[in-house]
């Protein structure tokens, strides 16, 4: 299966949505910082991988498939959700990436200037989940 | 005055980064490979950087040794969420906002045992 960008899908997102992952986006990583500060590193740390926008995510996901199952005259329910949970698969795995960035951030941040260490572990934490998923789609 | 620019800095940045991430998924096909845009480190690249200016290398470092039992704690939620509504057709916001339950479980079961 082919990965495609499809810019025309922005589109279906409207402002006020963009405004609430924007402003859910940004109070969620306000809490990680006061979790931290309240709780020390060790739980702060926990929340770094907390699936925080992942709801709203998935809520629009399935409104998107419905809305376009329901224009074609279609039930679009059970696809709606079938849809959100096949992104919730492919967030599964990549969670692999997720946790080989966090590993490396661990391990490398004492000897590595920042900003060529978050560029580094980016660009690793994308390549780990790319290959994860081609790996997942093979079996 | 400090402390509040440093949580008025995170909201900003946070919610430029969780926003990028979030609009990569959108455009990108097939579903399953944009899932993988739902779990970037996006909290993280929007936190360490501030947290290492104002609290130093170690205690990012500690940040990031945790974030790894998150990240398994993540894996287990997605695969719920993914089962309940692949085959049970639940309602994604009831499911997706109820498994968070399951992500506190082993986030903090791991987090007791390993500590």
Redesign the interface.
């Given at each position: 299966m082919r990965v495609r960008i499809n810019f025309s899908a922005a589109k279906q997102t409207k402002w006020h949505q963009y405004a609430l992952r924007f402003a859910f986006g940004g109070v969620v990583t306000a809490l990680t910082g006061l979790v931290a500060k309240i709780f020390g590193p060790e739980i702060g740390g926990l929340f770094l991988a907390f699936p925080a926008i992942f709801p709203a995510s998935a809520t629009l996901i399935e409104k998107h498939e419905r809305k376009k199952k329901e224009r074609a005259g279609l039930a679009g329910i059970k696809r709606g959700r079938t849809a959100a949970g096949i992104d919730a698969a492919g967030a599964a795995v990549g969670t692999i990436g997720l946790a080989i960035f966090g590993l490396l951030v661990w391990k490398l941040l004492p000897f590595c200037p920042t900003p060529i260490l978050l560029v580094t572990t980016t660009a690793a934490w994308l390549a780990t989940s790319v290959l994860a998923w081609y790996a997942w789609r093979k079996l | 005055m400090e402390a509040l620019l440093?949580?008025?800095a995170?909201?900003?940045?946070?919610?430029?980064?969780?926003?990028l991430f979030?609009?990569s998924?959108?455009?990108?096909?097939?579903?399953?490979?944009?899932?993988?845009?739902?779990?970037?480190?996006?909290?993280?690249?929007?936190?360490?950087?501030?947290?290492?200016v104002s609290?130093g290398?170690?205690?990012?470092?500690?940040?990031?040794?945790?974030?790894?039992?998150?990240?398994?704690?993540?894996?287990v939620?997605?695969?719920c969420?993914?089962?309940?509504?692949?085959q049970h057709?639940?309602?994604?916001?009831a499911v997706?906002?109820g498994s968070?339950l399951v992500?506190f479980g082993v986030?903090?079961g791991i987090?007791s045992i390993v500590?």
């Amino acid at each position: 299966m082919r990965v495609r960008i499809n810019f025309s899908a922005a589109k279906q997102t409207k402002w006020h949505q963009y405004a609430l992952r924007f402003a859910f986006g940004g109070v969620v990583t306000a809490l990680t910082g006061l979790v931290a500060k309240i709780f020390g590193p060790e739980i702060g740390g926990l929340f770094l991988a907390f699936p925080a926008i992942f709801p709203a995510s998935a809520t629009l996901i399935e409104k998107h498939e419905r809305k376009k199952k329901e224009r074609a005259g279609l039930a679009g329910i059970k696809r709606g959700r079938t849809a959100a949970g096949i992104d919730a698969a492919g967030a599964a795995v990549g969670t692999i990436g997720l946790a080989i960035f966090g590993l490396l951030v661990w391990k490398l941040l004492p000897f590595c200037p920042t900003p060529i260490l978050l560029v580094t572990t980016t660009a690793a934490w994308l390549a780990t989940s790319v290959l994860a998923w081609y790996a997942w789609r093979k079996l | 005055m400090e402390a509040l620019l440093e949580i008025l800095a995170r909201f900003l940045i946070g919610g430029v980064v969780i926003s990028l991430f979030a609009l990569s998924g959108d455009i990108l096909k097939p579903k399953t490979f944009a899932g993988l845009f739902s779990a970037a480190p996006s909290v993280a690249l929007a936190t360490l950087a501030l947290t290492i200016v104002s609290k130093g290398k170690s205690y990012a470092a500690v940040e990031a040794h945790y974030m790894i039992i998150g990240a398994v704690a993540f894996f287990v939620y997605a695969l719920c969420v993914s089962r309940l509504l692949i085959q049970h057709h639940l309602s994604t916001l009831a499911v997706s906002l109820g498994s968070l339950l399951v992500w506190f479980g082993v986030a903090f079961g791991i987090w007791s045992i390993v500590r």
